[in-house]
Each structure stands twice: as C-alpha cells, then as structure tokens.
C-alpha cells in the first residue's frame, strides 16, 4: 500500500516555476510553428508541393490512422520530409510530455489538499503559479488548435519515418489521439478539470475581493487621487505599502484571463450568482483577449459556441451577448479615460521623483503599480485596435476611441519611470537594505516568537530567512567588489553585511529567501498539520511585504520586466509604426515620441531558451526598427531646420543692395499715401510686427516643432538594442551635415544650360544665413554644429564631397575656368587694370551676364571666404592646366619654325632680314599671339583671385600671413621653390610661380636638352609678333579701364610669369634676367620699326602697341625702366599715352 504523498517532499514550488518557465518556452514554438504554416513563404516546402497534394489529403483525411502503404510517393523524399519537418514534430511531441508533466502536477496538489492554501491574498506565489500554469495549458492547447497544418505535419513525418524505420515513431498514436481530442479544446479541457474543480474554484474565489477592486473606472482613480505622492503630504515619506502588496502590480490583464478562462474550465459554476458576476465583469472590459502575443481570443463568441453545447449552461449565452454588447459600446471609452488619468498621474510621478530621487525608497509601490497600470492600457488598446468587434453595436464608438493620439506621452511617461529606476537603483538598494535589517527582521522575529507548535521545515525556514536579513546593515553597501553576496556566508568582522557593497556595485541575490517562501506556501496543506497561513494571515502580509523589499535589492530588472514589459511592440510592427508616424505628424505630442527607439530595446525580453532560432530574426526586426525610428525622427528635424533656414534666406536676401533700388525709387515718386504704406509693409522686418501673440505664424510653429522635436532628440544620449548602441543625435548630425552639404550646392543655382550661376557674395550672405540657424539647434539639442560646419565646410573646398558630388569649388571653378574665361577671349570682355575686375564691353542684356559682377573684389573675395585656401589651390591647378596646354601648342608651333626663329634671334639687329624671315612667320603669328593672350587673361584672373584670397587670410589668420611674409624676406636654406609655393598658396604674388612649374613638370616629365632652345625660341617668336597688334583694330586701348579691348594688356602679366617658370622648369633659373633682357631688346627693335612703317593699316594701333612694351617691363621683377630706356626712347612711350587719351577723349 502506498503512502500519502507529503508537501514537504514533493516541490511543488519549484515544479510549478519549472513548468510556467516551460509552457512559455513551448507556447514560443508552437507560436512560431502556427506563424510559419501560415505563411506560404515559410511554410515548409513539401506542404505546398503539387506532387505530393495528394498524399497529405489523404493523410489529413485517414489522420491518425494513416497506411504507409497508401503513400508511396513520398519515399523518394522520405529523408528530407524527416530532416525538414523534425523540429515541428519533436516540438509537438514536447507538448505532449509538458501535458503529461501538468496533468500529473495538478493531481498531486488535488492530493495534497492544497485548495485551502490557495489565496492571492496570503499565498501569492502559490496561487499565481498555479492559475499561470492553469492558463498557459488551456492557452497551449486553445493554440495547438490553431495550427492549420498540424495533421498534414505530423502524419508526414510519421509516414516518412516508418518508411526509413520500418515502423512509426513511438511518441505518434498518443499525439495523433491529442491533436484529435483537441480540435474542440474547450470541451476537452473542462472533461479534464472536472477532478480539479475544487482547486481551481478556491484559487479563483481569491480574486473576488481583489479583482473588483483592481478594475475601477478612472472617476475611481480620480476620486481616490490613485498614484499620487501630493495627496496627502504629511505621508509623503511614509512608506507605500498594503497587506498585500504583489496584487497591488499584478497585470489587470492576467487577472481578466484567469477569471474568464479560469471559469470555463468548471462551467458549472457559473450558476452562483457571485461568481457569474465576477466572470461577467471581465467580459465587459473589452472583445478579444490575449492568447500569446498577438494571438488573441474573441472571447464571446468562444464562450458562446462552448455554451451552445451545454444544455444546462444554456441560459448563460444571453449573458455573454449582453457582455459583449456592453464591451463594444462602454470598454474602448472607460479605457480611454484610464489612459488620459494615467498620462497625468505619470507624469507627476516622475517630475516629483526627477526632483526628489530619495522618495523612490518609501514610493517604491507606487511606481511599479503605475507602470503595471499603464501596460495593462497598452495592451489593451494594441489587441483590440487590431482585432475589431466581430459584429457592430449601434451605440458603439469604438473606432474613435481605438485611435489614441496622445499614447506616445503615456509610453514616454512609463519609459521615464523606468529610466529613474534604473538610474537611481542605489537608492532603492540602500533604502530597502536598511528596511529589511532595521524593520522587517525584527517584526518577523518578534512573529516567530508568537507561534507555538511550528513544525522543524518551516522552524528553519523561518530562522534563516530572519537571520539572513538580520544580518543586513549600511556599511554592506560601501565595500566589496563585484561578486555575488551569499547572505548566509559573507559577513563583516561584526557578522553583519553592510549597505556600504551597494555603493561600490556588488550583486545581492536573495533568491534563496523567496523561493523558501513559496516552500512555505506549499506546506500549508489541508492534509497537513503545522503553520497554516490562513490561520496566521500577518504572517503572510509580513513576509510578502519582506519579499517585496528584498525585490527592490536584487531583482528589480526583472520587476521592470514584470510590470512595463512592451515587447509585445515586435508583434504589432505595424501599429508600432503607425503610432510613431502619427506622433510625428502630430507636433503636440512630438517631444515623446523617443519612447518609440526605447521600447526596441524591450524586445530581447521577449524571446526564450527553449526557442534560439527566433532570436535572430526579433534581433534583426528591433535593430531595423530602432534604426528607422531615429532616421525618420532626424529627418523631420532637418527638414523643419531646412524651412526656417529658407525662410531665412529669403529675409536675408530682401537686405541685399539690390533690392533697395526700388525703395529709392518709390521715394522719389510722388505717390498716394495709401500707396506708401503699401510700399512700407513691403520693407524688409515688416514680417516681425505682431498685432497679437496669439497670432502665431509659420515660423512660430515651426520652431516650436523644432524645440518639441529635439526635446526627444536630446533626451537621451544613447539607446541600447541588444548589443548594439545608437546615438539619437549622431543621426541628427548625419542629417544636417547631408541636408547643408546639398543646400550649399543648391544654393550655387549653377545651371549648366544657361550658364547662369550665383554671385559668390550673395551665396556667402545666404551661407552665414543658414549657418547662423543652424547655431541655433545647439539651444535645442547637446551638440556641437561647428563640427557639421567643419566637415562640410571643408569637403566643399575640394572637387568632390565624400558621396563624390560636386562641392562649391567644382561648380565655381569650372564656371570661371570654361564659362568666364573663356568669354573673355571671345571678346567683348575686358580685364580692367585700375578697376581689377573683367568688365563687359557690350551694352547691359547683350552678354548673358555682367562680368564685372562676378569678378571684382568683392565677389573674388567671397569666393575666398567659402572655398578656402584648398579651393583657391584647385581653380588655380585648373588654370594652370589650361595655361599648359596652350604651352604645348605653342612648342608645337616653335618646333615647326626652328629654323626660322633661329636666324632672327641672332639677325635682330638687321632690318630687311628681318623683315624677310617675319614674312615667313606670318601665318603662325595670329596663334602666337592668341595663345598668349589666353595665357594672360588666365593669369591676371589668377592674379584677382590671389589678393583676394591673401585679404581673405589676413582678416582670418593675420599671425600666420605675418609669419609667411617673414620667411619669403628670409628663405631659410636657399629652397626658394619651397617658400614659393607656401607663399603662393596664401595668395602672395612670387617672382616665379610654382603652381605653373609644377604643372609644366606634371605634363612632361623629362626634361630634354632642346627644352632650353625652344624656350628661348619661343621668346623670339612672342617678341617679334608683338608689332603685329598694331593692325588690329581690336588693339584699342581703353583708358576707362587702363586696357586694350583686345585684352593685350594681359600679355604682359602672361610674358613675365611664362617665361620665369618655363627657364625654372629648364633648370635655368638663374638666367631669367638675362634671358628678359634679350626678348626687351627683340621687342624694343621689332616696334622700332614700326616707326618707319608709312602704311597705316600697319601702324593704326602702334601707340597701344608702345603701351604694351612699357606694361611688360612693368610687370616684371627682373627688368627695370632703366633697361627700357636704353631699349626704348621712353619719349615714344609718353607721346603714346598722350595720344590714346586723347583719341580715347575725341572717340
């Protein structure tokens, strides 16, 4: 004969915390089996396989009594269907035995006569577990039902394993008669509880009292001023706590599923009035409840179709009709109503604790009963704005109310909390440290020493549990290390732990303690005599209440878990999205909208052990989630910061001097006075007159946008999903850096068609514009955007930007180089000399841009100030590119006529040879001379863009241009080239420019032995075709611009500075001088003859020509006025200034 089974041997606590854990694990796969089978993409291939179409039929048809000999055709597939469809099958077979293992369990605690011992209100973790269990069984098999291809899966596998065993798997005919008896559960399961019927009544008549006082309407709550710390200030400190405090922040949610679940496993009882009004109570509150995740249960009508069945259950139909009824017209307002009270008490939560971090320790309760509020709110309003009611009730506003615009404020608001927990951990640690040692061991010594008669198990739980505590005290929590702290062994030289460990971040663990605990409440049986905690309820308050504090020590991760849990999110990605997107339309509610990245990190929470695969592809959702929250987060901030920038360029632009010759004229016009105020409010600044502040205008709201906007922006540095962090305003950064980028080139407005382009001084005044609004974020978000300027900045002074778009420096170099310049040769465009500008010959209109507006000091200037000494660097090696190429033809050219050129370098003396050898030059001449001319206008635009970079530089760096300036007066070690090119680089002016010897070096390489001849040969061929311009008609000299129309001027600029690199480039610097001298003395003698020339078509424009010479030795830092004199009468060059002023006054 077997003996009674004894409580204190049969772990009933740690089977019931095994098993739960366990469910959950299998509820996991069974969840993604049902999702995967669902799903034609990932649904096992073999379920879909036209061939095999008729053998699963047959299969689901014939199930579970399936001939293997039917099914032929799957034995050429037989291994694959088993290696393919194992995981599914052992999955199913777990289920099995996680049934066997439940079934057994809830019979040994019938046995043990527990049903005495279950009461929420004095064994909470007994009671919980066992209704968790309870649920998650009916909630396992309700879900098994719904796999839609479970026979076809199982009777597959099976048949694939006989014919590659020669007999089925074992485990099949008990788990085909399971999916059988199970394709009604409901009416299964109630077949089953019918032996448990007085356990699972007693453990559900626990929560009459606490169920109705949970589920109270939110006038209750205001009435009560439910969560608030203000209400009664004299308590302020005093702490929140009740008798019993885990059903204080035990989910609605779970308490409503137990209830209406709970009951129709023992549907008989629902002919007592109390319990049919408490089942009919948690049929109002909504139309769907939650399964697992986001498998819900339409509750009613699973009820009703249950009921149908049961004659004698008939009458109650009409109660569950007029439940829903009510549900769908009252639940989605009364939960409208909690969230509105929830958002406020939260809010006041945290503002109060953000201030007074100290009153987390006695208010504890109050944050996590908010918290578990809040999420039961959540929930609600995700599965039921989801799932809609399945029939409509006329009063019913349920859609309306199913939209809650304001949710991100209370999800913020939860997030908040949570963060304050988290943050200040240690004042919770210290609190309730001292708590458990200076109160609640002493009470529950002084309890012990009360009860008589205590059996030895709970003697020496009891002891140790007061010992443990006992030993707590302050200095624990300022010593020791990052070990766990065994409270029965680490103790002080006075045998107590000391609070001091907390400061210094050790690990408590007093798991132990709880888990003896729940031991307790499992002894407390009918059949056995000893501590009965029904008879000793302060007891149970005591030690639920030291429970609590001990949670607050080591186990408040979890509690955060327990009670604000939103990983649920991963499985409502949808509305996850909607939400945030209709938070980010909304302004009002734009500062909450961080919570939506901060609940992505929740999502780990959601995955188990039992279930690795899912890991991955949650992790992979919550990081791809987070990362499309923060960029569109970032983007709409870029995009409100992009507007105001606009808008203030478009203000800045109305302050530009050309928008004030309209002003001036209407000033000058006699006009109406109406007329007058017209044109005043047209002034720039009329935008900031206000008749009234409550007049709000765009830009009000937008920078209020912006402010709420970077509010959640700015609220926390960094966001932990998984392993990963992502920092909100690095992607801020990312936005405005890409958003100015392209704004800058935009700004340009170069249009390659019309060549049109915008002024560098007006693109300055709108870049300061923009940058100024941009230095204004840092009043809203914690960044520094002189690194946005810095990296912008800085890429557009190169040719490309780091995406290889084209900068500012691309687009302005190659209008000047391509559009400008070349302009210029074509004519019609003159580089004047005392106005340092090129300026347009032709009347306004007829070029499509002035000239002048885009080269003088200012616009140079500018350009300077945005493209920098680098940018400056690559226009100048493009001109010099182009400066090359006209070099190379002009070799060309001095190669074909060697011969020629050679005879007259040394026959320069004698006239009539000369002339002889110039007429065989003739038709290379015009080439030559414009070539040079191209080389000169090149030049003296470089020369423009070169003082105004150096002004530039001396506003910006006036120390460093003074240290250059003194090494180009002392070169230190002779390297001239070296101080050249720092100098040149800073815009000063060098006898031999290095940028043109590099690029010279750059398009050949050796240096040939000739290279020196034809250098000096193309000196000889410039000099002698200098008279040639006399001819011209365009040779002109303008003395408004101190320039010849045909920009021969430039020719002088354009001699000096070739011909010093070319000789440099040669190796012969130090002939540079001798070398000018002698094309001085060519040229001198070719014009000299001029003067003896009678026709004049030759000799039209011989003054302008006399000019030129006397520029050329103007420009140049190796010939001096005395060497033109000697070369030529300088009375020539006198009488021919007089006589161009004076043709210039009379034309």
Same mark, same amino acid.
């Given at each position: 004969?077997?003996?009674?089974?004894?409580?204190?041997?049969?772990?009933?606590?740690?089977?019931?915390?095994?098993?739960?854990?366990?469910?959950?694990?299998?509820?996991?796969?069974?969840?993604?089996?049902?999702?995967?089978?669902?799903?034609?993409?990932?649904? &096992?291939? *073999?379920?879909?396989?036209?061939?095999?179409?008729?053998?699963?039929?047959?299969?689901?048809?014939?199930?579970?009594?399936?001939?293997?000999?039917?099914? #032929?055709?799957?034995?050429?597939?037989?291994?694959?269907?088993?290696?393919?469809?194992?995981?599914?099958?052992?999955?199913? !077979?777990?289920?099995?035995?996680?049934?066997?293992?439940?079934?057994?369990?809830?019979?040994?605690?019938?046995?043990?006569?527990?049903?005495?011992?279950?009461?929420?209100?004095?064994?909470?973790?007994?009671?919980?577990?066992?209704?968790?269990?309870?649920?998650?069984?009916?909630?396992?098999?309700?879900?098994?039902?719904?796999?839609?291809?479970?026979?076809?899966?199982?009777?597959?596998?099976?048949?694939?394993?006989?014919?590659?065993?020669?007999?089925?798997?074992?485990?099949? &005919?008990?788990?085909?008669?399971?999916?059988?008896?199970?394709?009604?559960?409901?009416?299964?399961?109630?077949?089953? *509880? !019918?032996?448990?019927?007085?356990?699972?009544?007693?453990?559900?008549?626990?929560?009459?009292?606490?169920?109705?006082?949970?589920?109270?309407?939110?006038?209750?709550?205001?009435?009560?001023?439910?969560?608030?710390?203000?209400?009664?200030?004299?308590?302020?400190?005093?702490?929140?706590?009740?008798?019993?405090?885990?059903?204080?922040?035990?989910?609605?949610?779970?308490?409503?599923?137990?209830?209406?679940?709970?009951?129709?496993?023992?549907?008989?009882?629902?002919?007592?009035?109390?319990?049919?009004?408490?089942?009919?109570?948690?049929?109002?509150?909504?139309?769907?409840?939650?399964?697992?995740?986001?498998?819900?249960?339409?509750?009613?009508?699973?009820?009703?179709?249950?009921?149908?069945?049961?004659?004698?259950?008939?009458?109650?139909?009409?109660?569950?009709?007029?439940?829903?009824?009510?549900?769908?017209?009252?639940?989605?307002?009364?939960?409208?109503?909690?969230?509105?009270?929830?958002?406020?008490?939260?809010?006041?939560?945290?503002?109060?604790?953000?201030?007074?971090?100290?009153?987390?320790?006695?208010?504890?309760?109050?944050?996590?009963?908010?918290?578990?509020?809040?999420?039961?709110?959540?929930?609600?309003?995700?599965?039921?704005?989801?799932?809609? &009611?399945? #029939?409509?009730?006329?009063?019913?506003?349920?859609?309306?109310?199913?939209?809650?615009?304001?949710?991100?404020?209370?999800?913020?608001?939860?997030?908040?909390?949570?963060?304050?927990?988290?943050?200040?951990?240690?004042?919770?640690?210290?609190?309730?440290?001292?708590?458990?040692?200076?109160?609640?061991?002493?009470?529950?010594?002084?309890?012990?020493?009360?009860?008589?008669?205590?059996?030895?198990?709970?003697?020496?739980?009891?002891?140790?549990?007061?010992?443990?505590?006992?030993?707590?005290?302050?200095?624990?929590?300022?010593?020791?290390?990052?070990?766990?702290?065994?409270?029965?062994?680490?103790?002080?030289?006075?045998?107590?732990?000391?609070?001091?460990? !907390?400061?210094?971040?050790?690990?408590?663990?007093?798991?132990?303690?709880?888990?003896?605990?729940?031991?307790?409440?499992?002894?407390?049986?009918?059949?056995?005599?000893?501590?009965?905690?029904?008879?000793?309820?302060?007891?149970?308050?005591?030690?639920?209440?030291?429970?609590?504090?001990?949670?607050?020590?080591?186990?408040?991760?979890?509690?955060?878990?327990?009670?604000?849990?939103?990983?649920?999110?991963?499985?409502?990605?949808?509305?996850?999205?909607?939400?945030?997107?209709?938070?980010?339309?909304?302004?009002?509610?734009?500062?909450?909208?961080?919570? *939506?990245?901060?609940?992505?990190?929740?999502?780990?929470?959601?995955?188990?052990?039992?279930?690795?695969?899912?890991?991955?592809?949650?992790?992979?959702?919550?990081?791809?989630?987070?990362?499309?929250?923060?960029?569109?987060?970032?983007?709409?901030?870029?995009?409100?910061?992009?507007?105001?920038?606009?808008?203030?360029?478009?203000?800045?632009?109305?302050?530009?001097?050309?928008?004030?010759?309209?002003?001036?004229?209407?000033?000058?016009?006699?006009?109406?006075?109406?007329?007058?105020?017209?044109?005043?409010?047209?002034?720039?600044?009329?935008?900031?007159?206000?008749?009234?502040?409550?007049?709000?205008?765009?830009?009000?709201?937008?920078?209020?946008?912006?402010?709420?906007?970077?509010?959640?922006?700015?609220?926390?540095? #960094?966001?932990?999903?998984?392993?990963?962090?992502?920092?909100?305003?690095?992607?801020?950064?990312?936005?405005?850096? #890409?958003?100015?980028?392209?704004?800058?080139?935009?700004?340009?407005?170069?249009?390659?068609?019309?060549?049109?382009?915008?002024?560098?001084?007006?693109?300055?005044?709108?870049?300061?514009?923009?940058?100024?609004?941009?230095?204004?974020?840092?009043?809203?978000?914690?960044?520094?955007?002189?690194?946005?300027?810095?990296?912008?900045?800085?890429?557009?002074?190169?040719?490309?930007?780091?995406?290889?778009?084209?900068?500012?420096?691309?687009?302005?170099?190659?209008?000047?180089?391509?559009?400008?310049?070349?302009?210029?040769?074509?004519?019609?465009?003159?580089?004047?000399?005392?106005?340092?500008?090129?300026?347009?010959?032709?009347?306004?209109?007829?070029?499509?841009?002035?000239?002048?507006?885009?080269?003088?000091?200012?616009?140079?200037?500018?350009?300077?100030?945005?493209?920098?000494?680098?940018?400056?660097?690559?226009?100048?090696?493009?001109?010099?590119?182009?400066?090359?190429?006209?070099?190379?033809?002009?070799?060309?050219?001095?190669?074909?006529?060697?011969?020629?050129?050679?005879?007259?370098?040394?026959?320069?003396?004698?006239?009539?040879?000369?002339?002889?050898?110039?007429?065989?030059?003739?038709?290379?001449?015009?080439?030559?001379?414009?070539?040079?001319?191209?080389?000169?206008?090149?030049?003296?635009?470089?020369?423009?863009?070169?003082?105004?970079?150096?002004?530039?530089?001396?506003?910006?760096?006036?120390?460093?241009?003074?240290?250059?300036?003194?090494?180009?007066?002392?070169?230190?070690?002779?390297?001239?080239?070296?101080?050249?090119?720092?100098?040149?680089?800073?815009?000063?002016?060098?006898? !031999?420019?290095?940028?043109?010897?590099?690029?010279?070096?750059?398009?050949?390489?050796?240096?040939?032995?000739?290279?020196?001849?034809?250098?000096?040969?193309?000196?000889?061929?410039?000099?002698?075709?200098?008279?040639?311009?006399?001819?011209?008609?365009?040779?002109?000299?303008?003395?408004?611009?101190?320039?010849?129309?045909?920009?021969?001027?430039?020719?002088?600029?354009?001699?000096?500075?070739?011909?010093?690199?070319?000789?440099?480039?040669?190796?012969?610097?130090?002939?540079?001088?001798?070398?000018?001298?002698?094309?001085?003395?060519?040229?001198?003698?070719?014009?000299?003859?001029?003067?003896?020339?009678?026709?004049?078509?030759?000799?039209?424009?011989?003054?302008?020509?006399?000019?030129?010479?006397?520029?050329?030795?103007?420009?140049?830092?190796?010939?001096?006025?005395?060497?033109?004199?000697?070369?030529?009468?300088?009375?020539?060059?006198?009488?021919?200034?007089?006589?161009?002023?004076?043709?210039?006054?009379?034309?």
């Amino acid at each position: 004969m077997s003996r009674a089974p004894i409580a204190t041997e049969q772990k009933v606590a740690e089977k019931l915390t095994i098993l739960n854990d366990r469910c959950i694990g299998i509820l996991t796969r069974i969840y993604n089996i049902k999702k995967a089978c669902g799903d034609a993409k990932s649904k &096992p291939a *073999f379920l879909s396989d036209k061939s095999l179409e008729s053998c699963i039929k047959h299969i689901v048809r014939k199930f579970p009594n399936i001939d293997s000999k039917s099914l #032929q055709a799957l034995s050429s597939v037989r291994t694959d269907i088993m290696k393919s469809l194992s995981l599914y099958y052992y999955t199913f !077979v777990d289920l099995l035995d996680l049934k066997d293992h439940i079934s057994e369990l809830l019979t040994l605690m019938g046995v043990l006569g527990m049903h005495e011992s279950l009461d929420i209100g004095i064994s909470y973790d007994l009671t919980k577990g066992y209704l968790d269990l309870v649920i998650n069984y009916v909630t396992l098999m309700v879900l098994l039902s719904r796999v839609e291809d479970r026979k076809a899966v199982l009777g597959l596998f099976n048949a694939a394993h006989e014919m590659v065993n020669n007999q089925g798997d074992p485990s099949f &005919p008990r788990l085909g008669q399971m999916i059988m008896d199970y394709e009604v559960p409901l009416k299964k399961l109630s077949e089953e *509880f !019918v032996p448990h019927t007085k356990l699972l009544s007693a453990a559900l008549s626990s929560l009459h009292q606490l169920y109705p006082r949970r589920n109270l309407k939110a006038d209750q709550w205001r009435a009560a001023q439910m969560l608030s710390l203000v209400n009664n200030p004299s308590q302020l400190l005093n702490p929140a706590q009740t008798d019993t405090m885990p059903c204080e922040y035990l989910s609605l949610d779970t308490l409503e599923r137990w209830i209406s679940l709970g009951y129709l496993l023992i549907p008989h009882t629902l002919q007592n009035p109390q319990v049919l009004d408490i089942w009919t109570q948690t049929l109002q509150t909504g139309w769907v409840i939650t399964l697992f995740r986001d498998e819900v249960l339409h509750i009613h009508s699973f009820i009703q179709s249950f009921l149908e069945t049961r004659k004698e259950l008939s009458k109650r139909v009409s109660d569950v009709k007029e439940s829903y009824n009510t549900a769908v017209s009252t639940a989605p307002l009364m939960h409208r109503e909690r969230r509105k009270y929830l958002r406020t008490a939260l809010k006041e939560l945290s503002l109060i604790l953000t201030d007074q971090p100290g009153l987390l320790g006695p208010k504890a309760l109050f944050v996590f009963m908010g918290l578990s509020f809040a999420r039961d709110e959540v929930l609600w309003l995700l599965r039921h704005h989801e799932n809609p &009611p399945l #029939q409509k009730v006329k009063s019913g506003k349920s859609a309306e109310d199913l939209v809650d615009r304001q949710l991100p404020e209370l999800l913020f608001h939860m997030e908040e909390l949570r963060a304050l927990v988290k943050k200040y951990s240690q004042v919770l640690q210290r609190y309730y440290i001292q708590y458990l040692n200076g109160y609640d061991a002493i009470a529950l010594n002084q309890l012990m020493q009360s009860l008589q008669n205590l059996p030895e198990d709970e003697s020496i739980i009891l002891s140790s549990m007061c010992s443990e505590i006992g030993q707590l005290s302050v200095k624990q929590v300022d010593e020791g290390g990052s070990q766990s702290i065994n409270l029965s062994s680490v103790t002080n030289e006075n045998g107590q732990l000391t609070v001091k460990q !907390v400061d210094e971040g050790s690990s408590f663990d007093f798991r132990g303690i709880r888990l003896d605990w729940f031991r307790i409440q499992a002894y407390s049986t009918q059949n056995r005599t000893g501590l009965q905690l029904r008879d000793n309820r302060e007891m149970a308050a005591l030690i639920n209440q030291i429970v609590f504090h001990t949670k607050m020590v080591d186990y408040l991760d979890e509690m955060l878990n327990e009670t604000s849990d939103l990983s649920i999110f991963c499985f409502f990605s949808k509305q996850f999205e909607d939400n945030f997107h209709m938070c980010l339309e909304f302004p009002a509610q734009n500062r909450y909208i961080i919570a *939506f990245p901060l609940i992505c990190s929740h999502m780990q929470a959601c995955t188990h052990e039992v279930c690795p695969e899912e890991r991955y592809h949650i992790r992979e959702r919550s990081l791809s989630v987070v990362n499309m929250f923060l960029e569109e987060m970032a983007k709409e901030a870029k995009n409100i910061i992009t507007t105001i920038c606009d808008e203030q360029c478009i203000l800045s632009d109305k302050l530009l001097p050309k928008h004030t010759v309209p002003l001036i004229l209407s000033h000058k016009k006699k006009e109406k006075k109406k007329k007058k105020e017209e044109a005043a409010e047209g002034r720039p600044g009329h935008e900031s007159y206000r008749k009234t502040r409550e007049e709000l205008t765009t830009m009000d709201k937008l920078h209020m946008a912006l402010t709420e906007l970077c509010f959640a922006i700015n609220y926390c540095s #960094q966001v932990q999903v998984w392993e990963y962090t992502f920092a909100p305003r690095e992607y801020l950064y990312q936005h405005l850096e #890409q958003r100015f980028a392209r704004a800058l080139v935009g700004m340009v407005m170069y249009n390659e068609t019309t060549s049109e382009i915008a002024k560098p001084s007006e693109l300055l005044t709108s870049v300061r514009t923009y940058m100024s609004v941009l230095q204004t974020v840092e009043n809203y978000v914690h960044i520094d955007i002189t690194r946005v300027f810095n990296n912008v900045l800085l890429q557009q002074t190169q040719l490309q930007d780091s995406h290889g778009e084209k900068t500012i420096t691309a687009l302005y170099n190659t209008w000047y180089a391509d559009i400008l310049l070349r302009r210029v040769s074509a004519g019609h465009i003159v580089f004047s000399k005392n106005q340092r500008a090129f300026v347009s010959l032709t009347s306004e209109g007829a070029q499509p841009f002035a000239a002048e507006e885009f080269s003088d000091v200012n616009e140079l200037r500018a350009l300077a100030e945005l493209i920098g000494p680098y940018g400056m660097k690559a226009l100048n090696e493009n001109l010099m590119w182009h400066i090359a190429n006209q070099v190379q033809e002009l070799r060309r050219l001095v190669v074909i006529n060697k011969e020629v050129l050679l005879s007259m370098r040394t026959n320069f003396d004698k006239p009539e040879q000369m002339k002889d050898l110039f007429k065989k030059l003739q038709p290379e001449v015009d080439s030559v001379l414009s070539r040079m001319q191209i080389i000169g206008v090149i030049l003296c635009f470089r020369q423009l863009a070169q003082e105004a970079l150096t002004d530039a530089l001396e506003q910006r760096i006036p120390f460093l241009m003074s240290s250059i300036a003194d090494f180009r007066h002392h070169v230190p070690n002779g390297d001239t080239m070296l101080v050249n090119e720092m100098s040149s680089a800073a815009g000063h002016r060098c006898e !031999v420019d290095p940028a043109l010897v590099h690029v010279l070096r750059a398009h050949k390489s050796e240096v040939h032995d000739d290279e020196f001849i034809v250098t000096c040969l193309l000196m000889v061929f410039v000099a002698v075709s200098i008279p040639k311009l006399a001819r011209m008609d365009s040779t002109c000299y303008k003395t408004a611009y101190q320039s010849h129309a045909n920009n021969s001027h430039c020719l002088a600029l354009g001699i000096n500075t070739l011909f010093a690199a070319l000789f440099t480039y040669c190796g012969r610097a130090q002939d540079i001088e001798e070398r000018l001298k002698e094309f001085l003395a060519l040229a001198s003698s070719s014009l000299l003859r001029l003067g003896k020339e009678n026709d004049k078509e030759v000799i039209k424009h011989r003054d302008a020509t006399y000019i030129l010479l006397h520029e050329i030795v103007g420009e140049s830092p190796f010939l001096t006025m005395d060497l033109l004199e000697a070369c030529f009468p300088y009375a020539l060059i006198r009488n021919a200034y007089h006589a161009v002023h004076k043709a210039d006054q009379h034309g």
